[in-house]
């Protein structure tokens, strides 16, 4: 199947760390995305990882690949009010077009 | 200004009526996307198209056909509306780099009465 698995909700208090997992299908999917939705509004790509890497750190976020046991997960550092939002993660197919396959998302809320 | 603009953002219509969702874009991207999105379920491929000239069903294209118009437009259709219709709509486009990163617009909320 092309089920990409998600927590639906996370809790978090502000100036904690958030991690956001995700399990995907295909062990051959190329680039692994995470994506942000704000109330109101489309996605927006926060950052993807080739499935060569491991690890890959951009600012506050860190995005953890595990290709053995396709497990994505997304770090957020001092996590802050602005940060809650429905976050996806996305495989990227090594099939026909190369289509993404999206999570059901994860909905992180930040308490003051 | 947007790179990607869907009209309208809000929809309500009844049951049987035709609708159409416009999506336009000024990233210069060949590929664009439709996609729906309900709780839990996330987003799912409606339609795509590679060009003007190429245009191809998605995992869930029942009771919805698309017109690419030009480059720089997509518009889904509705023929005849029905209430699971509901939801989140969104169109997307996307880059010709390997990486193939996806550009949202800001979604059209359509409610079927």
């Known amino acids: ?97 190369q289509k993404l396959v999206f999570g059901t998302g994860t909905r992180l809320l930040v308490s003051p | 200004d947007a790179d990607v603009t869907q009209t309208p953002r809000n929809r309500i219509t009844k049951t049987g009526k035709r609708i159409m969702l416009e999506c336009s874009q000024t990233k210069g991207h060949d590929r664009m996307y439709w996609y729906r999105q309900d709780p839990g379920l996330g987003l799912r491929l409606i339609y795509y198209s590679f060009d ?36 989140l709509y969104f169109c997307a486009t996307s880059d010709p780099g390997i990486q193939n990163i996806q550009y949202f617009g800001a979604g059209t909320r359509l409610s079927v009465l």
């Open chain 1, 1 to 97: 199947g092309e089920d990409v698995e998600q927590s639906l909700f996370l809790s978090v208090r502000e100036g904690d760390s958030s991690v956001i997992n995700c399990t995907y299908t295909d062990s051959s999917s190329t680039y692994l995305y995470w994506y942000k939705q704000e109330p109101g509004a489309g996605l927006q790509l926060l950052t993807y990882i080739f499935s060569n890497m491991d690890m890959k750190q951009d600012q506050r976020l860190t995005v953890l690949l595990n290709k053995k046991d396709k497990h994505l997960s997304l770090r957020i550092a001092d996590t802050q009010t602005g940060d809650s939002a429905i976050y996806f993660c996305a495989e990227r197919m090594n099939t026909g077009f």
């Open chain 2, 52 to 87: 003007v000239k190429d245009i191809n069903k998605g995992e869930i294209s029942d009771g919805y056909s698309v017109s690419r118009q030009a480059q720089a437009k997509f518009s889904l259709s509705l023929e005849s509306a029905i209430p699971n219709q509901t939801a």
